[in-house]
């Protein structure tokens, strides 16, 4: 639980806070953009939440804080923001796409997806582990099998596998001991279909093992690969948060050209919407500004 006592003194005054063991993920920033925003190295409280979408957004904010770093002064009926989460962010002729909130502070709190999907639904990267969103996902059918974009954000990959009996995927150059278990290792770059109309595409460069996944080639979920910036204005990649090669991340970015998809859904970051072509064009200029670096 967050402590009053150790209330940030960024924060405006009001019932939520932020305090001083927050670690910066930014994944209040994403959920609750209209109450939390970036107040350096931490996230704090902007603005109180006015409208009931904004105390819902806060809360949500609140139970998918990876350390437990948001608090309210008053006492909160949590059961709607329970309830609500996974959260819907699109509807897709019935292969819907959540958010799961609950991230994990093994994964610096990154955010994981739920994909509905006719043949069996999937999760791609893994949220905290936790009674209520589990319950949820299974209102929902349940996980057939868990995409991983790479090893920094499997989390409780193996209690999800556990519980629901469904398979993993991820590249085999990102596995390592805790992911050894993992039941499908593709190689190489080639792009590999892991369910009907999802695309494993090898994006190495942030590790060498990352991959991103294509969705009816319209949602690209991808990892610590590609984000949006608001300051730039277009699709970027971390260059401080390259962990393998730049080089080979440049060139990773460069064959996602061949690819159209309308939305950007990242582990850190905000996801962004646009159209095809529009989005097409973002990436190019994301390309020019790695080569600038």
Same mark, same amino acid.
């Given at each position: 639980?967050?402590?009053?006592?150790?209330?940030?003194?960024?924060?405006?005054?009001?019932?939520?806070?932020?305090?001083?063991?927050?670690?910066?993920?930014?994944?209040?920033?994403?959920?609750?953009?209209?109450?939390?925003?970036?107040?350096?190295?931490?996230?704090?409280?902007? +603005?109180?939440?006015?409208?009931?979408?904004?105390?819902?957004?806060?809360?949500?904010?609140?139970?998918?804080?990876?350390?437990?770093?948001?608090? #309210?002064?008053?006492?909160?009926?949590?059961?709607?923001?329970?309830?609500?989460?996974?959260?819907?962010?699109?509807?897709?002729?019935?292969?819907?796409?959540?958010?799961?909130?609950? #991230?994990?502070?093994?994964?610096?709190?990154?955010?994981?997806?739920?994909?509905?999907?006719?043949?069996?639904?999937?999760?791609?990267?893994?949220?905290?582990?936790?009674?209520?969103?589990?319950?949820?996902?299974?209102?929902?059918?349940?996980?057939?099998?868990?995409?991983?974009?790479?090893?920094?954000?499997?989390?409780?990959?193996?209690?999800?596998?556990?519980?629901?009996?469904?398979?993993?995927?991820?590249?085999?150059?990102?596995?390592?001991?805790?992911?050894?278990?993992?039941?499908?290792?593709?190689?190489?770059?080639?792009?590999?279909?892991?369910?009907?109309?999802?695309?494993?595409?090898?994006?190495?460069? +942030?590790?060498?093992?990352?991959?991103?996944?294509? +969705?009816?080639?319209?949602?690209?979920? #991808?990892?610590?690969?590609?984000?949006?910036?608001?300051?730039?204005?277009?699709?970027?990649?971390?260059?401080?948060?390259?962990?393998?090669?730049?080089?080979?991340?440049?060139?990773?970015?460069?064959?996602?050209?061949?690819?159209?998809?309308?939305?950007?859904?990242?582990?850190?970051?905000?996801?962004?919407?646009?159209?095809?072509?529009?989005?097409?064009?973002?990436?190019?200029?994301?390309?020019?500004?790695?080569?600038?670096?």
């Amino acid at each position: 639980m967050a402590q009053l006592a150790l209330k940030l003194a960024a924060n405006v005054e009001g019932d939520f806070f932020v305090d001083s063991s927050c670690i910066d993920c930014d994944a209040c920033r994403v959920i609750a953009p209209a109450v939390f925003h970036d107040a350096g190295d931490h996230s704090a409280v902007h +603005h109180q939440p006015a409208t009931g979408a904004e105390l819902l957004a806060a809360q949500r904010a609140l139970l998918s804080c990876p350390t437990a770093s948001i608090g #309210t002064v008053e006492k909160h009926d949590m059961r709607g923001a329970v309830a609500s989460l996974p959260e819907l962010l699109a509807e897709d002729s019935g292969d819907d796409v959540y958010r799961c909130g609950y #991230t994990s502070e093994s994964s610096f709190g990154a955010i994981s997806y739920l994909i509905r999907h006719a043949d069996g639904n999937l999760l791609v990267d893994s949220p905290r582990y936790t009674a209520p969103l589990v319950k949820n996902i299974e209102s929902l059918g349940g996980i057939r099998r868990i995409l991983l974009t790479h090893q920094d954000d499997v989390a409780d990959h193996e209690k999800f596998h556990q519980h629901f009996g469904c398979d993993r995927v991820l590249h085999h150059d990102d596995v390592h001991g805790r992911t050894s278990a993992v039941e499908v290792q593709p190689q190489g770059t080639d792009p590999v279909e892991v369910a009907p109309g999802v695309l494993m595409i090898p994006t190495p460069g +942030h590790t060498r093992g990352h991959a991103v996944f294509l +969705h009816r080639d319209k949602f690209l979920f #991808t990892g610590d690969h590609l984000a949006w910036s608001e300051a730039r204005g277009h699709l970027y990649a971390f260059r401080s948060a390259c962990w393998y090669s730049w080089s080979e991340q440049i060139r990773s970015m460069e064959r996602l050209l061949d690819y159209s998809f309308e939305w950007v859904l990242p582990g850190h970051g905000h996801p962004i919407q646009l159209p095809a072509d529009a989005m097409h064009e973002s990436l190019q200029k994301c390309v020019a500004w790695m080569k600038s670096r």
